[in-house]
């Protein structure tokens, strides 16, 4: 009895995800689990590998995530080329994260125009670290941008704005 709801609940899935063509789908999901518990017993070559199977078969947490351990490694040239995916998708933490890239130049030429860019569109999600970098870019003249006062007091009241709905319950970080 329990088999056959078990097939049934399969049935359905496979049905409701589009036929087996979504199966890739499942595997990145498995793969990312993978990864993830790799990840967190300290095994950074094993999650990689889970990530890296995860983020080619579209899953953008594991691009982010694969990006993120790339970017410390300093392989920089892939860990830009999985921030990049996952930031298109219109993920904030990614986009956060290739801001950065372009900032310091690594893994890409150094660009602040697009660095202030991709900050902004992370800032405009509500992603705290990103509003944090443009309002001291504005207050400092960093980031190839003109000291503006204006422009600083306007991405601090958006950070004390972030923190506050990220603090409420349900709330979270872009």
Known sequence: MLADKCTYMILVLVVLLGGTG???WADSVSDLAQGNDAFNRGDLTTAMTWYRQAAEAGSVEAQIRLAYILDLAEENA???KW???????????AQEGLAGMYAKGEGTEQDFAAAVRWFTRAARQGHTSAIS?????????TLGLAVDPDRAAYWQEALIEARRKAESPGGEEG
């Open 22 to 24: 979504n199966m890739a």
């Open 78 to 80: 892939e860990a830009y």
């Open 83 to 93: 921030y990049r995916a996952a930031a298109e998708s219109g993920n904030a933490a």
């Open 133 to 141: 970098i443009l309002a001291a870019a504005y207050q400092e003249g």
